[in-house]
């Protein structure tokens, strides 16, 4: 899978407190992300916002969301 892709979707969740969301890309795809992968520093995001992001290798076999931008 090519990280380096920039991707679409939207936040389809998001909890401050655990400091963790979903992102859906356009396809369907869900996409785990964490608050400090939230590219303008915030560490927050509303659900319902359009971001772009691409993805990251975390565990083996396990992607995750990153650089979201709103």
Request: aromatic letters at 10%; glycine letters at 12%.
């Amino acid at each position: 899978m090519a990280s380096e892709r920039q991707r679409r979707g939207v936040v389809a969740e998001f909890d401050a407190h655990k400091g963790w969301g979903t992102v859906v890309e356009l396809d369907g795809t869900r996409w785990f992300f964490q608050c400090t992968r939230i590219a303008n520093g915030s560490r927050t995001i509303d659900p319902g916002t359009e971001v772009t992001f691409r993805l990251e290798a975390r565990l083996p076999g396990r992607y995750e969301a990153t650089e979201l931008l709103g």
